[in-house]
């Protein structure tokens, strides 16, 4: 058998690094690449490539080390048993796994990418040093980096340094982190992930899509992210978000978020599944106009189903319940009311604080509702102190929408537009009062929800484009 050793050479107090020129260091069956004293291998803009040799580093014997302006492949037919891969390649270039590997001692970054690609970074009890925005580890792929170790009553723990940090009052034994980072699909509607994900499992024989369910745990989780891992969403959004297989999401929450330090912080887990961060808002909310009704049930009472036009509508991630309440008591949506004028309180919620509530009367009379009621336009005045306040006309519209803010003050005003699930869909910045602007000639059939703001004050209305 051949075999290549790289021995340790000292010269004026520094390794001798052996380095690498050819396009690729190809190591065919029968070849076995092992090095002692903590020897250096330095391949410059060169691949590495175990075709059906053996590559084997045992802890402290040497250092793999890529550099270059050249993106470049590590891969093998067999894992590749480094004990201390190093990156300092220039930025932007790539070092891309064709195969699965397993890191000893450190991953070490002070320059380019790590592609993961669909294979595994297996750190064993080692740890990943220098991870920085500019150079880190990212996939599109199913790959993943995992670190394995014993959390025994952890504090702040941050195994292998993936960005889980763990704290837990109970042992949780021999447990397993994987990090990966294809951007998880299907969070509350067309919500998306950020691009990163973690599995954190106690037990080794679980597997990453169908995890154990570890409940009594009262963990807590600080998920540690990088700007450059944000997908465009809005980072004072993000909060945890887990789910049991892959499929299926529920919102987990937050307990503390910190933009600057980037992360996202949740106390008493029961639950240990997949868990990433997508944005979570709270609910915002709009009343239909006051309803006139005639009775149409005996003793003057009206049946009154409050959904589409006669029902509130609200916005906000996920998609808020609507709950209504007479007295404090709540109702169905589909309800008797007595004649008379009755004042009906809207909430909305959706697990993120706070919910958000408005009220609107519904009135029976006994006779026919005149024509100037039954045919009153949707317009909204919902500013109670009578300062800022919100016209529009029509609504419901075929075509456009006319929305004039009336207020004392000279002040600009700016509004934003969602869709019915929350999702974002314009801005208007800097708008004169009492103008006519008009919005929605491009706007799909749907309801929509506009946030109208001036200075403190806000005022929020629903459209009905048809």
Known sequence: MKKIILLLVVCGGSPFLWGQTTA????????????????????????????????????????????????????????ILIDRLELAKQPATVLRLGGNIRVGTSLTFSGGLLNLDNFMVDLGSGVLLGESEQSRIYTTGSGFIQVIGLLNAPVQVN??????????????????????????TGIAGMNQSIKRYFDIIPSPKSTPIKLTNAVGLKISLRFRYFDAELN????????????????????????????????????????????????????IISCPENLTVSSNISACRAVINLTGSNGATAAGIPVPE?????????????????????????????????????????TVVCGPVTMAAAQAPISEQLNPVGKLSITVLPNPSDNYFTLRASSPSAQPFNIRVFDALGRFVEQRSNLTVNLMVSIGQQYRPGVYVVEVVQGKEKVVVRLIKR
């Open 232 to 283: 465009g969403l809005n980072e004072s959004n993000l909060q945890q978000w887990r789910t049991k297989d892959s499929l299926n999401w529920e919102l987990a929450g937050a307990n503390s978020t910190d933009a600057l330090a980037n992360y996202v912080q949740l106390n008493n887990i029961s639950k240990l599944y997949r868990t990433t961060l997508a944005e979570a808002t709270a609910p």
């Open 322 to 362: 609507l709950t209504y309440y007479i007295n404090g008591s709540p109702i169905t949506t589909s309800y008797i009311f007595p004649k008379g004028t009755t004042t009906v309180m809207a909430m909305a919620s959706n697990g993120v604080t706070p919910t958000a509530s408005c009220t609107f009367t519904v």
């Open 159 to 184: 195994m292998g340094n993936l960005g889980a940090v763990v704290s837990s009052g109970v042992n949780l034994g021999n447990t397993i982190i994987r990090r990966g980072h294809a951007v998880q």
């Open 24 to 79: 690729a260091l190809n190591l065919n069956s029968g070849v076995h690449l092992k090095s002692q004293g903590g020897a250096y291998l330095v391949l410059n803009n060169t691949h590495l490539i175990n075709e059906d040799g053996v590559i084997q580093q045992e802890a402290g014997e040497g250092v793999v080390k890529f550099t270059g302006g050249a993106s470049v492949l590590i891969t093998g037919e067999v894992p």
